[in-house]
């Protein structure tokens, strides 16, 4: 049941973030030009630049709010949403139960879930502020689905919150050590997995040498993508667990979206 996807939730918010965006969009285009025209597949022109960003916009930003970004910031919410549903709707986890011997268990669920945002989170906090304020919506999605996830499976509030705040504990651990891997080499990646994928349980080096050349694959990959059509649609395609050319990084075709950003 924890793995069954939250479609409806997720159509929810798409639905609603999407209206919200088509919403505005359309409201500030009639302002500036009665003859509107909607335009399909056209990538959205980028409002400001980084080096724009001057100390007043510092300010506000270190006061919790968010200043401008080169797309509009609902279009960054969707994507946000839709990557974060590519971590949990497209990965096969009968294969990491059965190649990594993992237990069919919520927190090995959430294990190899969190496993995938941080490649996410890795990738886009490349894309400075526009991709910092993507990472904090797929964090967001995250917790929204992992206690929904709680709810259907009936466990009661006061377990619910506990649960949360282990797994919270867990997620920024894993995070910490994930990134002291990646920046460093295959050992001190390799403990990270140890310690949090296969939580201290694994005793046969092959299974940690697969996982971590699992990510070393799926990290070169996901930073081949495109920064735009990224923080536009959200869509990572993760490459299969075991094939037969593991360094080859297959170019996916360009996504179309429109002004809506889907």
Known sequence: MYRRPLQSAVRLGINVTTSRAAL?????????????????????????????????????EAMGFTGPLKYNKWKIKIAA?????????????????????????LNSWFLIAQLHVWMCLVRMRQEGREG??????IVHSMWEDVEQRCKIMGIDASHRKESLKSMTETFYAAIFGYDEGILSDDRVL???????LFNRECEDPRQLELMLEYVRKQ?????????????????????????ENAQSILKVATPTYNDAGL
Request: proline share 3%; hydrophobic share 35%; charged share 30%.
């Open 24 to 60: 505005g969009k359309v409201t500030r285009k009639m302002f500036c030009n009665s003859q509107l025209t909607l335009l399909f597949n056209v990538k959205e022109t980028p409002q400001h630049s980084e080096d724009e960003v001057g100390s007043f916009t510092k300010l506000i």
């Open 219 to 243: 990290m070169q990959y996901i930073d081949s993508l495109d920064a735009e059509d990224l923080l536009l649609t959200g869509e990572v395609k993760w490459r299969p667990m075991l094939e």
């Open 81 to 105: 949403l839709r990557m974060y549903t590519c971590c949990v709707e497209r990965i096969n986890y009968d294969d990491f139960f059965e190649r990594c011997t993992l237990p069919d268990t």
């Open 190 to 196: 390799a403990a990270a997995l140890w310690r949090n």
């Open 132 to 137: 910092k304020y993507m990472c904090r919506y």
